[in-house]
């Protein structure tokens, strides 16, 4: 069954492209025609294209590993951060940090800053500081919460990246062709598609063009989170099921042993 259909997609205005006198040439097979001079995208294509990375992201959130998703774009800020965070995955809708991905350790140390400066609140170290400390301890946290509050709980590197316009985070795709990290993207008719791995030819700059692609493709996340979860179960069940077997022939063992005796007993109290 496919993820989305065409008229969802028409209605939600993924099929508008950029210019032509804007287009990057490697997406003319992504493009249907010209309107007005307009390209209009193939939403066939965008329909099989989703369905491709909707099933890629459903395995990888069955293996428990993680998906960042990258968008700094007013337009798409917003979407973003909701349906990550409703399948629990990390986000940056804020300014790309630089090295995020092929300098990690650093971006887990500032991480790990603000965790410690929790811990000053906490354990009431904050009341021994001056109004001034406090005040620039306070700013300190509040710009790592801004930046890195939606990474905090991403302890390693994803195992894939989902962006949101490929031309405006092209330094977060360089890091992850860098790294082999496979990536997800919307892509326009602007935009270069060759660095992508899953690529999704469809209008990135409509708010309601990106949220229907993101609900398709975090549905099959949610879908692969909930079969590893019953995976979990099944797998403890059957360990409960093994365990049991051993127990009731130890007990058997045991009602064996004291018939036995009895027997034993009887036999000598009737020779007696």
């Not at 003319?28 to 099989?48: C, Q, S, W």
């Not at 603000?114 to 005040?135: C, F, H, P, V």
Request: aromatic residues 4%.
């Amino acid at each position: 069954m496919s993820r989305t259909n065409f008229d969802t997609l028409l209605e939600a205005g993924c099929h508008f492209g950029h210019l032509k006198r804007k287009w990057n040439p490697a997406m003319a097979p992504y493009i249907f025609m010209e309107r007005n001079g307009i390209h209009i995208i193939d939403l066939h294509k965008t329909v099989a294209k989703i369905d491709d990375a909707a099933e890629a992201l459903k395995q990888i959130a069955k293996s428990g590993k993680k998906i960042l998703f990258v968008a700094t774009k007013k337009q798409a800020k917003q979407v973003v951060a909701e349906k990550a965070a409703a399948v629990n995955m990390p986000y940056v809708i804020e300014r790309w940090p630089g090295g995020m991905l092929t300098n990690f350790p650093t971006i887990r140390k500032a991480v790990k800053k603000m965790a410690n400066i929790d811990k000053l609140t906490a354990d009431g170290t904050y009341s021994n500081l001056s109004k001034r400390e406090i005040l620039q301890i306070s700013r300190q946290r509040a710009k790592l919460e801004k930046n890195l509050g939606s990474i905090a709980d991403l302890t390693r590197l994803p195992s894939a990246l989902f962006v949101v316009d490929v031309l405006k985070e092209q330094i977060a795709v360089r890091e992850a062709n860098r790294l082999g990290i496979p990536v997800f993207a919307i892509v326009d008719t602007n935009s270069n598609p060759d660095n992508i791995d899953f690529v999704i030819p469809a209008n990135d700059d409509a708010n309601k063009s990106v949220e229907v692609i993101l609900e398709a493709c975090c549905a099959a996340i949610a879908e692969g989170l909930e079969e590893r979860k019953a995976e979990k179960v099944d797998v403890e069940a059957a360990g409960e099921a093994e365990n049991k077997p051993r127990k009731r022939t130890a007990k058997a063992r045991v009602e064996k042993s004291e018939e036995a005796e009895e027997e034993t007993v009887e036999t000598a109290e009737a020779e007696a």
